[in-house]
């Protein structure tokens, strides 16, 4: 029975995020504590993968994935999940909201809801918890009269949805990865995403360079940050989402441009996308990056290549 | 007096950073309980400006700074500081560390210090404040035995250095944004940073038009980061810190053409660089971005271009 | 009464571009002998303008005009013409096909029209005029039997046309320049062309940051044309036609940028493009360059970078 | 024995830029009239290469030579020759300069010693020549008095050298390029140049677009032409001349990138460079591109991205 890690405790967004993937069917879900954990645990092998949230978190900390991915040994990401973030205030049953006296939850899920806790129990202590889901508990055991929390967590520690979908901003989704060793790259679906992080010379124009041996192949940029390079003072590991799989021609030759165009490159992954329009993983085949050529006009360009380096001009 | 809003409680690195900026002689420093607490009172004019952490903070969402600086209405950055961060194991009088059964800290300070902690107070409970100043205050209360925080912290509440430099990984920084409603830009240094949030088009190319409008006019990239639209799937602000001012010319041309470019650019300030050969504030006079242009390089293309337009080719 | 100098002799399709430009119109129009000659007139001042070929010419050496145009003192295009080229047998009256032993033109008419010559007049001589106009005017006097030229020459010497339209690529055309010393530019039309010459330093990249300066700005490139540098070996002029005029802000912009950048650049004038969709002079007002910003653009961004200096955000 | 067409007659600057290349020895020289015979012959299998003026000609038109060369079937560049243009004025023997009453040359060599020829012939009459070979051939059969001519010519038909070095601008050169059928390419030197021609979309930002192709890889251009494609209004071949050979990675990829981006992409030849510091041919091994990637570069970014593949990252 495969073995897979996530952040934890159990009734987190992130064993919610692990649950919506098909590699959770029949395996043994691990909570562990902290994202530092659920990675040293794929990396040592006491686990064949693990789920940890990388962008727009509620409770984790996504730079210290960001941080984490980059370190030794080499990390991928398989799979991406995206997930609806919903905060119900959970309570133990017969609880009103009159009587909630202290209110506990994780603090990035208490800042995304502090509009409402400022409105509804102005007069309520807030404290903090190291997850959505450990406040949860702590409210189940009766430590505290209520929590901001997945409605995943009301279930898991039988307690009531006393009110649903309190967050300031409703419609908040985080993107969650699942990560594992280096392996056989999941199959192109034509419809995937490519993460890469790169560090280059600080100096004016790197950083243009770098994305134009993406653009001039038609590749198509979702996501770009900048990490400090731990103990090397201004510089920086640029992390990147790109539309496109490692094993399609154009962003094979881009990988391949990055590494020589870099200081260091590091692939982290081509995986099918999350969300609209994504093909079901096997359900396709290697299809087109749009943009300046697919597969196709790949594999026409090396022909006439061919034919001009043997003195053959059609 | 100045009032200066900080991200409290007192004796947290905030504080710290705000003290080390020449605004504080003589100011009212005034905590507030999260980053957005700290923006809400400039805004509101019950201070004159704020202090936030803004890039690898220890105790700070500073996903939620960004966030919140492109929020209306508008403020703008006027001075940044670095500070070393360094964690101390801090008791009361008389605490040796085989006493330390309970320890507590910020999130993100416990995460900085895990691997120390992990070896030499195996055994202790590790528990959550909401600062690491607060963690301190609770060692003082006697609610906890031993608090990370800074050693400014310390002082404040009367507490022992029991362990100094503690972080797993010596030497990180942390840069804060004194913050202020628009008014007269800092005057020019001749080593300023700019600040820009930016959004564009979802199509590819996009980013990489924007950055070619810094590049072509000899603007350095200092920092990227791109941040979700809140309620907008799949768009972003990008988040762009550059070297020069407002006030010299290739910045202002490159500002004036990501505003004719972006769908929406906001102007987060100009202020000078901390750090390693910053000129000290009022001491310098504009000088020249390195690159395409200085200030006498524009004022000399102005010059042709208006003898182009009367006729008049020299 | 305006004096004109055009490459001539009389009834070239120099004569024939100039005759068709409102300047025309009741000017003196004065034949040179060569394009040299033409510009030398000009900048003398012994007339008021030129008409030179400047692209695809069939009788003009067109690289000396670009080589002509960047010499001192400066001249400026203040119109094009563009001229269907069309090639006429052109001998006296009573002479027919058979009757030719001897055929003049141009060498350039004849690398034209050889494909004709070589299937309809396989036996007779070919022989080099230094024009087509001159090679009628042999004709007229006796000297040969056909000449290969423009109808107008048959018109100008009495001449009749035996064959019409013997080009071997019909459908050829020629822009011709109206070249005048340095003065007010002729009025944007919204549908303008710009000439500059520039010369980069000798290293990679740098004609790709010259084009970047003008795309950037959303400025097309028409033609483009390197020019070695009399006597530095290895150097170059770039000849640039681009859409837009030097009184918009997007070409002024690009201009000043260009004179930054640049080792050397040379204004060589702002004139309404011929052909297709051309307003008619004096008809239009400044219009939009297309693309990245028109001038509606340029003047919201300008008072935006105003805004953003005085420090007030609106 | 190989047998080698070049631009006629005999004694012109093209047959001394053929006899200063190896493959003219042992070779039988054929001279043609005109460059388009020359392309004609190669391309009828009549000769085995041929010689053509390519840059800053003095007899030839070269735009012909570049419009020639796209033509169909295929032809490449297999080597070029720089060859110094040296004017002379070549006379029968006994004729002083006194007695020189007519002058004859190529419109190009005119139009190069027009000033030597204005101050120190002003009463004679210049007569134009199909080529300055023929020229000096007129002269030694009495019709004129003295050719402008090379002093080869003058060895050719037993004239004197009268003045020699009379060229307004002394130190110019011309490009010869010696044409074949395609063919094994010639083995890379270290020191090689690559032509190629392209037609784009007639769109803006095309030109840059594919500039950025050969920029991204560290391929350096030495020459740039935009040719107008015959009976097509309004769009263009563009000539370009790079540092490199299609046998190295970097420009094989680059060349693949223009086969998939332009409408249509002609490959004219990789050859060793003449001039300063070529390496002499046969002599060097393929040797790296200055820039991005030497072919080390590339191996190494192609073995990494085969494990990147494969799924085993290092």
Redo the contacts between chains.
């Keep these: 029975m495969p073995r897979l890690a996530f952040l934890g405790p159990r009734a987190t967004f992130t064993e919610q995020a692990l649950r919506s993937l098909p590699e959770s069917a029949g395996a043994e879900l691990v909570p562990c504590a902290?994202t530092?954990a659920v990675l040293a645990a794929v990396r040592t092998g006491s686990v064949d993968a693990g789920c940890v949230p990388i962008?727009?978190s509620v409770e984790g900390?996504?730079?210290?994935v960001l941080d984490g991915l980059v370190a030794d040994p080499?990390l991928?990401i398989v799979r991406e999940a995206v997930v609806a973030v919903r905060f119900a205030v959970l309570v133990r049953p017969g609880t009103a909201l009159a009587d909630v006296k202290t209110v506990a939850s994780h603090?990035?899920a208490i800042?995304q809801t502090?509009g409402w806790l400022a409105e509804r129990l102005p007069d309520a202590d807030v404290l903090?918890?190291?997850s959505t889901a450990e406040a949860a508990a702590q409210v189940a055991r009766g430590e505290f009269d209520a929590a901001v929390a997945a409605p995943l967590a009301g279930e898991e520690h039988r307690l009531d949805v006393l009110v649903d979908d309190i967050a300031d901003?409703?419609?908040?989704?985080t993107r969650f990865a699942l990560v594992a060793p280096?392996?056989?790259?999941p199959a192109p679906t034509g419809h995937d995403r490519t993460t890469i992080a790169a560090t280059t010379q600080n100096?004016?124009?790197a950083?243009?360079?770098l994305?134009?041996?993406l653009?001039?192949?038609?590749?198509?940029?979702?996501?770009?940050?900048?990490r400090?390079i731990?103990?090397r003072?201004?510089e920086?590991w640029?992390h990147l989402d790109c539309t496109g799989h490692?094993?399609e021609p154009a962003m094979?030759?881009a990988?391949?441009?990055l590494?020589?165009?870099c200081d260091f490159v590091r692939?982290l992954g081509s995986y099918p996308r999350a969300g609209n329009g994504a093909a079901q993983p096997g359900a396709g085949t290697a299809t087109p990056v749009?943009?300046?050529?697919d597969a196709a006009?790949?594999a026409?360009?090396?022909e006439?290549?061919a034919g001009?380096?043997?003195?053959?001009?059609a």
Aim: net charge positive; no cysteine; charged share 20%.
């Design positions: 902290g530092p962008e727009n900390a996504v730079p210290a080499p991928v603090p990035h800042a502090r903090l918890s190291t901003n409703p419609g908040a989704v280096p392996g056989p790259l100096r004016p124009g950083l243009l360079g994305l134009t041996e653009a001039v192949r038609g590749i198509d940029l979702t996501r770009i940050e900048s400090p731990k103990n003072h201004a920086y640029f490692a094993a094979g030759e990988l391949a441009a590494h020589r165009r692939f749009v943009g300046v050529g006009d790949f026409a360009a090396d006439w290549l001009v380096r043997a003195g053959s001009l």
